[in-house]
Protein backbone atom coordinates (compact mmCIF):
# COMPACT_ATOMS: atom_id res chain seq x y z
CA UNK A 1 0.00 0.00 0.00
CA UNK A 2 0.99 3.33 -1.06
CA UNK A 3 1.96 5.75 1.81
CA UNK A 4 0.86 9.41 1.38
CA UNK A 5 0.23 12.36 4.29
CA UNK A 6 -3.52 12.98 4.68
CA UNK A 7 -6.13 14.95 6.66
CA UNK A 8 -3.95 16.46 9.69
CA UNK A 9 -6.91 16.82 11.54
CA UNK A 10 -8.05 13.15 11.29
CA UNK A 11 -4.35 11.83 11.77
CA UNK A 12 -4.52 13.15 14.79
CA UNK A 13 -7.90 11.74 15.84
CA UNK A 14 -6.69 8.20 14.91
CA UNK A 15 -3.18 8.40 16.40
CA UNK A 16 -5.29 8.60 20.08
CA UNK A 17 -5.24 4.68 19.24
CA UNK A 18 -1.95 3.17 18.80
CA UNK A 19 -1.07 1.91 15.22
CA UNK A 20 -4.63 3.68 13.42
CA UNK A 21 -2.74 6.57 12.27
CA UNK A 22 -0.20 4.85 10.48
CA UNK A 23 -2.55 2.88 9.14
CA UNK A 24 -4.52 5.59 7.85
CA UNK A 25 -1.39 6.96 5.76
CA UNK A 26 -0.70 3.46 4.46
CA UNK A 27 2.31 2.43 7.23
CA UNK A 28 0.39 -0.95 7.45
CA UNK A 29 3.23 -2.89 8.77
CA UNK A 30 4.11 -0.32 12.05
CA UNK A 31 0.43 0.26 12.30
CA UNK A 32 -0.57 -3.44 12.85
CA UNK A 33 2.10 -4.26 14.99
CA UNK A 34 1.53 -0.91 17.49
CA UNK A 35 -1.86 -2.19 17.99
CA UNK A 36 -1.14 -5.61 18.67
CA UNK A 37 1.73 -4.40 20.84
CA UNK A 38 -0.84 -2.17 22.71
CA UNK A 39 -3.85 -4.39 23.14
CA UNK A 40 -1.49 -7.34 23.65
CA UNK A 41 0.00 -5.50 26.30
CA UNK A 42 -3.79 -4.86 28.09
CA UNK A 43 -4.97 -8.52 27.85
CA UNK A 44 -2.21 -10.40 28.37
CA UNK A 45 -1.50 -9.10 32.02
CA UNK A 46 -5.28 -9.51 32.56
CA UNK A 47 -5.26 -12.78 31.72
CA UNK A 48 -2.27 -13.85 34.16
CA UNK A 49 -3.55 -11.75 36.90
CA UNK A 50 -0.56 -9.52 36.62
CA UNK A 51 -2.51 -6.02 36.05
CA UNK A 52 0.43 -4.05 37.41
CA UNK A 53 2.63 -4.83 33.83
CA UNK A 54 -0.31 -2.86 32.02
CA UNK A 55 1.28 0.49 33.04
CA UNK A 56 3.46 -0.38 30.07
CA UNK A 57 0.37 0.21 27.65
CA UNK A 58 0.82 3.76 28.50
CA UNK A 59 3.97 3.63 27.09
CA UNK A 60 3.05 2.28 23.93
CA UNK A 61 0.21 4.58 23.80
CA UNK A 62 2.42 7.60 24.23
CA UNK A 63 4.90 6.26 21.83
CA UNK A 64 2.39 5.33 18.94
CA UNK A 65 1.10 9.10 19.41
CA UNK A 66 3.92 11.00 19.28
CA UNK A 67 5.29 8.61 16.67
CA UNK A 68 1.98 9.20 14.52
CA UNK A 69 2.04 13.10 14.80
CA UNK A 70 5.76 13.06 14.08
CA UNK A 71 5.41 11.40 10.47
CA UNK A 72 2.54 13.98 9.74
CA UNK A 73 4.57 16.63 10.68
CA UNK A 74 7.50 16.07 8.09
CA UNK A 75 7.65 17.42 5.19
CA UNK A 76 6.34 15.66 1.90
CA UNK A 77 10.13 14.92 1.07
CA UNK A 78 10.92 13.54 4.41
CA UNK A 79 7.62 11.33 4.34
CA UNK A 80 8.39 9.68 0.97
CA UNK A 81 11.84 8.74 2.29
CA UNK A 82 9.96 6.71 5.71
CA UNK A 83 9.61 3.42 5.31
CA UNK A 84 6.95 0.85 6.40
CA UNK A 85 9.42 -1.48 8.27
CA UNK A 86 9.30 -2.71 11.83
CA UNK A 87 8.87 -0.29 14.77
CA UNK A 88 9.01 -2.30 18.10
CA UNK A 89 12.19 -4.46 17.53
CA UNK A 90 9.66 -7.69 15.70
CA UNK A 91 13.36 -8.85 14.51
CA UNK A 92 13.71 -10.17 17.75
CA UNK A 93 10.10 -12.22 17.50
CA UNK A 94 10.80 -13.55 14.19
CA UNK A 95 14.21 -15.27 15.54
CA UNK A 96 12.12 -16.68 18.47
CA UNK A 97 9.81 -17.98 15.78
CA UNK A 98 12.81 -19.58 14.56
CA UNK A 99 13.94 -20.91 17.42
CA UNK A 100 10.31 -22.19 18.43
CA UNK A 101 10.09 -23.84 14.64
CA UNK A 102 13.10 -26.35 16.10
CA UNK A 103 11.65 -26.80 19.12
CA UNK A 104 8.34 -28.29 18.36
CA UNK A 105 8.05 -30.46 21.88
CA UNK A 106 8.34 -27.20 23.87
CA UNK A 107 5.50 -25.58 21.85
CA UNK A 108 3.60 -28.71 22.03
CA UNK A 109 3.89 -28.40 26.00
CA UNK A 110 2.70 -24.78 26.02
CA UNK A 111 -0.40 -25.83 24.38
CA UNK A 112 -1.18 -28.61 26.67
CA UNK A 113 -0.63 -26.53 29.84
CA UNK A 114 -2.61 -23.59 28.26
CA UNK A 115 -5.48 -26.41 27.36
CA UNK A 116 -5.75 -27.51 31.00
CA UNK A 117 -5.33 -24.37 32.43
CA UNK A 118 -8.70 -22.90 29.86
CA UNK A 119 -10.42 -26.69 30.96
CA UNK A 120 -9.71 -25.75 34.80
CA UNK A 121 -11.03 -22.34 34.75
CA UNK A 122 -14.10 -23.75 32.80
CA UNK A 123 -14.65 -26.64 35.40
CA UNK A 124 -14.27 -24.78 38.40
CA UNK A 125 -16.82 -22.03 37.16
CA UNK A 126 -19.39 -24.91 36.21
CA UNK A 127 -18.97 -25.78 39.76
CA UNK A 128 -19.60 -22.64 41.49
CA UNK A 129 -22.56 -22.13 39.20
CA UNK A 130 -24.35 -25.57 40.36
CA UNK A 131 -22.77 -25.09 44.11
CA UNK A 132 -22.23 -29.33 44.46
CA UNK A 133 -19.32 -28.35 46.61
CA UNK A 134 -19.16 -26.92 50.39
CA UNK A 135 -17.92 -23.39 50.35
CA UNK A 136 -14.35 -23.38 51.22
CA UNK A 137 -13.41 -25.88 48.23
CA UNK A 138 -14.60 -23.30 46.06
CA UNK A 139 -12.61 -20.66 48.49
CA UNK A 140 -9.04 -23.05 47.36
CA UNK A 141 -9.82 -23.72 43.66
CA UNK A 142 -10.48 -19.64 43.04
CA UNK A 143 -7.03 -19.21 45.38
CA UNK A 144 -5.59 -21.55 43.21
CA UNK A 145 -7.08 -19.96 39.63
CA UNK A 146 -6.04 -16.57 41.35
CA UNK A 147 -2.20 -16.93 42.04
CA UNK A 148 -1.21 -20.43 39.79
CA UNK A 149 -1.25 -18.10 36.79
CA UNK A 150 0.82 -15.73 38.64
CA UNK A 151 3.22 -17.69 39.55
CA UNK A 152 3.79 -19.57 36.32
CA UNK A 153 3.95 -16.30 34.35
CA UNK A 154 6.89 -15.26 37.51
CA UNK A 155 8.65 -18.34 36.63
CA UNK A 156 8.76 -18.07 32.75
CA UNK A 157 9.67 -14.38 33.16
CA UNK A 158 13.15 -15.46 35.19
CA UNK A 159 13.70 -18.00 32.86
CA UNK A 160 13.10 -15.95 30.19
CA UNK A 161 16.04 -13.33 31.69
CA UNK A 162 18.38 -15.83 32.32
CA UNK A 163 18.71 -17.38 28.91
CA UNK A 164 19.16 -13.77 27.03
CA UNK A 165 22.05 -13.30 30.02
CA UNK A 166 23.49 -16.82 28.94
CA UNK A 167 22.96 -16.04 25.02
CA UNK A 168 24.66 -13.02 25.37
CA UNK A 169 27.62 -14.22 27.27
CA UNK A 170 27.57 -17.16 24.70
CA UNK A 171 27.86 -14.02 22.12
CA UNK A 172 30.61 -12.04 23.68
CA UNK A 173 32.65 -15.63 24.39
CA UNK A 174 32.43 -15.94 20.36
CA UNK A 175 33.40 -12.31 19.66
CA UNK A 176 36.54 -12.58 21.75
CA UNK A 177 38.38 -15.01 20.05
CA UNK A 178 37.31 -13.30 16.96
CA UNK A 179 39.21 -10.28 18.34
CA UNK A 180 42.03 -12.07 19.41
CA UNK A 181 42.77 -13.40 16.22
CA UNK A 182 42.21 -9.79 14.52
CA UNK A 183 44.83 -8.32 16.85
CA UNK A 184 47.58 -11.11 16.22
CA UNK A 185 46.54 -10.72 12.56
CA UNK A 186 47.16 -6.92 13.12
CA UNK A 187 50.29 -7.17 14.96
CA UNK A 188 51.81 -9.91 12.33
CA UNK A 189 50.81 -7.45 9.74
CA UNK A 190 53.25 -4.83 11.71
CA UNK A 191 55.77 -6.96 12.21
CA UNK A 192 56.46 -7.70 8.65
CA UNK A 193 56.41 -3.85 8.09
CA UNK A 194 59.09 -3.12 9.98
CA UNK A 195 62.11 -5.44 8.63
CA UNK A 196 61.38 -3.59 5.15
CA UNK A 197 61.35 -0.10 6.98
CA UNK A 198 64.53 -0.78 8.89
CA UNK A 199 66.01 -2.15 5.59
CA UNK A 200 65.38 0.94 3.60
CA UNK A 201 66.80 3.29 7.15
Known sequence: M????KNRFLTFCFSLMPGAAEMYMGFMRTGT???????????????????????????IWAY???HANHLASLSDE??????DNDILGMELFQKGKRKLQGN?????????????????????DMLWAYRVL?????????????YVPRLIASVLIIVLGVHMIRGKKKELYREEP???REQEAADQSAASENP???GEA
Open 196 to 198: DRE
Open 78 to 83: EFAQVE
Open 134 to 146: PEYIYELLFTISD
Open 104 to 124: SRGIAVLLIVLGVWLLWGTGV
Open 178 to 180: IKD
Open 33 to 59: ELMLFFLGMIMIPSFLGLEGLSILAVV
Open 2 to 5: KTKK
Open 64 to 66: GFF
